[in-house]
């Protein structure tokens, strides 16, 4: 009886030695890989002109998202530093999608999710901003500027939800005045969305005071949030990517990032579609990737998309969409002004008969 019992008792002495052994060697090692965000960066402090940008590391500027494959994660990390965190700090621009199953089995898709943080006011596009260099080889953004537009807007949202891809929009504000419900379509199916000034003025015209170069941007930004009901992305484009040297430093104080090209597809002037399916994958086969400028205001870029987004599929093009870390916060007095401007109706929910009545006859 006394062995049956030391031998129970040596059979549990064992079981806790062995747990304790495997406790100790693995659980420190569990302990590092639990977490799965990392703290949001501190915001780098503007300097007080806001003209210098502060001298930034390229993965303080661009973060990873999602990584919609495992293909394409791999590619990321060799570009830029990877992180599956999701800093929960700011509200994020682009609200979250619901995640509804692409029908297109065959579809482009999108490879992979960008983040920018846009502090300072970053710029994109080699054509005039070399210093983020964030897109793998074979990766493309898709860009289009001057919408909202009837027929032309939605034909371009078809063309991108067949292929289940995103793009970023850069809406005139007046348009977006035009025809809100169409800009709400871009955003409803999860497009980015900035803004492209108010009535497409050149900010880099002498005519154009500091003071009006401002108003282009912030009533530009606040027709988006007019139209949307929400925010707009801080993400912005110069119409006819005239840079002028005010409204930039100007960007920068407000944290907007600034969006110039690698590729432009000339569609403005293409005499119809095949010219910009032909344009846009000859500049792409030389450069192997790059944020590709087009209009969703134009006709012949509607018809081409279906053809293009096919191409790039053929060629083993990856569709990289950009987002903001934040939404930016429009000022109150152009959301205001704007309002008033448009002549909009005073909210009253009290009826006809109440307001006006017939007193003599
Ligand atoms: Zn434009």
């Given at each position: 009886?006394r062995n049956a019992l030391g031998v129970i008792l040596a059979g549990v002495v064992s079981?806790?030695?062995?747990?304790?052994?495997?406790?100790?060697?693995?659980?420190?090692?569990?302990?590092?890989?639990?977490?799965?965000?990392?703290?949001?960066?501190?915001?780098?402090?503007?300097?007080?002109?806001?003209?210098?940008?502060?001298?930034?590391?390229?993965?303080?500027?661009?973060?990873?998202?999602?990584?919609?494959?495992?293909?394409?994660?791999?590619?990321?990390?060799?570009?830029?530093?990877?992180?599956?965190?999701?800093?929960?700090?700011?509200?994020?621009?682009?609200?979250?999608?619901?995640?509804?199953?692409?029908?297109?089995?065959?579809?482009?898709?999108?490879?992979?999710?960008?983040?920018?943080?846009?502090?300072?006011?970053?710029?994109?596009?080699?054509?005039?901003?070399?210093?983020?260099?964030?897109?793998?080889?074979?990766?493309?953004?898709?860009?289009?500027?001057?919408?909202?537009?009837?027929?032309?807007?939605?034909?371009?949202?078809?063309?991108?939800?067949?292929?289940?891809?995103?793009?970023?929009?850069?809406?005139?504000?007046?348009?977006?005045?035009?025809?809100?419900?169409?800009?709400?379509?871009?955003?409803?199916?999860?497009?980015?969305?900035?803004?492209?000034?108010?009535?497409?003025?050149?900010?880099?015209?002498?005519?154009?005071?500091?003071?009006?170069?401002?108003?282009?941007?912030?009533?530009?930004?606040?027709?988006?949030?007019?139209?949307?009901?929400?925010?707009?992305?801080?993400?912005?484009?110069?119409?006819?990517?005239?840079?002028?040297?005010?409204?930039?430093?100007?960007?920068?104080?407000?944290?907007?990032?600034?969006?110039?090209?690698?590729?432009?597809?000339?569609?403005?002037?293409?005499?119809?579609?095949?010219?910009?399916?032909?344009?846009?994958?000859?500049?792409?086969?030389?450069?192997?990737?790059?944020?590709?400028?087009?209009?969703?205001?134009?006709?012949?870029?509607?018809?081409?998309?279906?053809?293009?987004?096919?191409?790039?599929?053929?060629?083993?093009?990856?569709?990289?969409?950009?987002?903001?870390?934040?939404?930016?916060?429009?000022?109150?007095?152009?959301?205001?002004?704007?309002?008033?401007?448009?002549?909009?109706?005073?909210?009253?929910?009290?009826?006809?008969?109440?307001?006006?009545?017939?007193?003599?006859?």
């Open positions: 009886m079981v806790v030695v062995i747990t304790a052994v495997w406790f100790w060697t693995y659980s420190p090692r569990l302990a590092l890989a639990a977490p799965d965000t990392v703290s949001a960066r501190q915001a780098a402090r503007l300097s007080a002109t806001g003209s210098a940008k502060p001298a930034r590391a390229l993965a303080d500027e661009i973060e990873v998202t999602a990584a919609i494959s495992a293909k394409s994660s791999a590619t990321t990390a060799s570009t830029i530093a990877a992180s599956t965190a999701v800093p929960s700090a700011p509200v994020p621009a682009t609200p979250v999608q619901p995640k509804t199953a692409c029908a297109n089995p065959d579809a482009l898709g999108v490879s992979r999710v960008v983040e920018i943080d846009t502090t300072g006011g970053p710029g994109f596009g080699f054509e005039h901003f070399k210093q983020f260099d964030f897109l793998a080889d074979k990766e493309v953004v898709l860009t289009f500027d001057d919408g909202p537009w009837p027929v032309n807007t939605p034909a371009v949202l078809k063309a991108l939800a067949d292929e289940c891809t995103k793009a970023v929009f850069f809406p005139i504000g007046k348009h977006a005045t035009y025809h809100p419900a169409i800009l709400r379509q871009v955003a409803a199916a999860g497009h980015t969305v900035g803004a492209h000034t108010w009535s497409h003025a050149n900010l880099n015209s002498k005519k154009i005071s500091e003071q009006q170069a401002k108003d282009e941007v912030e009533k530009g930004f606040s027709a988006v949030k007019l139209a949307l009901g929400a925010a707009p992305s801080p993400f912005f484009r110069f119409p006819e990517l005239q840079h002028g040297p005010a409204a930039m430093a100007y960007l920068g104080t407000r944290n907007v990032a600034i969006f110039s090209c690698d590729l432009d597809s000339f569609d403005f002037r293409a005499k119809d579609a095949a010219q910009i399916v032909n344009t846009v994958m000859t500049k792409l086969d030389k450069s192997g990737k790059g944020i590709i400028l087009m209009h969703d205001f134009q006709k012949h870029t509607a018809e081409a998309l279906p053809t293009l987004l096919g191409r790039l599929k053929a060629g083993g093009y990856k569709v990289v969409q950009m987002r903001a870390k934040a939404a930016l916060q429009t000022l109150a007095e152009y959301d205001e002004g704007l309002v008033k401007d448009m002549k909009l109706p005073t909210a009253s929910t009290r009826p006809l008969g109440n307001v006006v009545q017939t007193v003599s006859q």
